[in-house]
DNA sequence: GTAAACTAGTTTATAACATAAACCAAATTT
DNA sequence: AAATTTGGTTTATGTTATAAACTAGTTTAC
C-alpha cells in the first residue's frame, strides 16, 4: 500500500541538498546555503548524514585563502533519490471520493 | 526556490493517515492501522496530532460493545494535504544536466 | 600592528519527534 | 474464573533537526 519512505532523504533539508545536487552535479557549501536557507551549523551536520549514507561526497579543499566544502552527488544518491519519488508517489496518488478539496 | 513542508504532513505515518482518510474519508482505527502497518501506540500519537492540527476530526463511540475510533478528514485537512504535495514538488522537479539516474 | 569584523565552517546542547513497550479496561473464550 | 483478545492510551527511550556557541583563520580599519 504505501512504501517506506528513506529516512535519510525525508528530511526537508536533505530533500533539498540532493534535489540540488542532482541539478548541478557540484556545489559548494556556501551555495548550498544560499539556496536551502540553512544555517551553516544545520548544513554542515545533514551534509555529513548524506555522506555517511553514500549519497554524496564531499571534497575540503582552499580557494583563495579560505576553505572550501565541494558537495558532489553520487550515482547511488542519484538512485536513492528516484527511489524516493517513486516510493512518494504511494502516498500522493489517492484515489477521492470528491475531487480533494475544490468544493463539497 | 524550496517551498517549506508543513511539519505536520511531513512525517511517514501521518501522510499515509491523511492519505488514507482523503480517500475513504472516515475510517476506523484498525482499518487504519493494517493499511499504514503502524503499531497502536504510534498511530494513537499520531492521530491525537492530526487532530490537534485540526487536520482531522476523532469520534469515539462504542460498537458491538467494543470502542471504537472513528477518523474523519477536515476540510482544513484535505487543504493542507493538497499544499503540501505543491510544496513537494519544488523538491521534485528537478532539471538535470544528466538525466538522472538511468545511464550516463 | 592590533583590534574588530568577517568567512567558512564544526561541535554541542536542546527541544521535538517517532517508536516500541508497558499498561489499562472491558469483552470473550476456554 | 483464568487466560486471551480487543481496542486502544500512556510512558520511556532513542533518534532528529535545529540553533547557539565555538574554532580557526582572514581581511579591514584604525
Known amino acids: 500500500m504505501f512504501k ?7 528530511s526537508q533539508l536533505r530533500l533539498a541538498i ?3 545536487l542532482i541539478s ?3 556545489a559548494e557549501f556556501t551555495f548550498l546555503k544560499e539556496k536551502t536557507n540553512a544555517t551553516a551549523g544545520n548544513l554542515s551536520v ?3 548524514k548524506l555522506k555517511e549514507a553514500g549519497y554524496i ?3 575540503k579543499q582552499f580557494k583563495d585563502n579560505y576553505p572550501q566544502t565541494i558537495c558532489k552527488i ?10 524516493y519519488v517513486q ?3 504511494s502516498y500522493l496518488q489517492v484515489t477521492p471520493i470528491d475531487k480533494p478539496g475544490i468544493k463539497k
Chains 1, 2 share one sequence.
Open 74 to 83: 553520487t550515482r547511488s544518491g542519484i538512485l536513492a533519490f528516484e527511489n
Open 46 to 48: 545533514q551534509i555529513n
Open 4 to 10: 517506506d519512505l528513506d529516512p535519510i532523504l525525508h
Open 24 to 26: 548541478v552535479k557540484e
Open 57 to 59: 561526497e564531499i571534497v
Open 18 to 20: 540532493v534535489s540540488l
Open 87 to 89: 516510493s512518494l508517489h
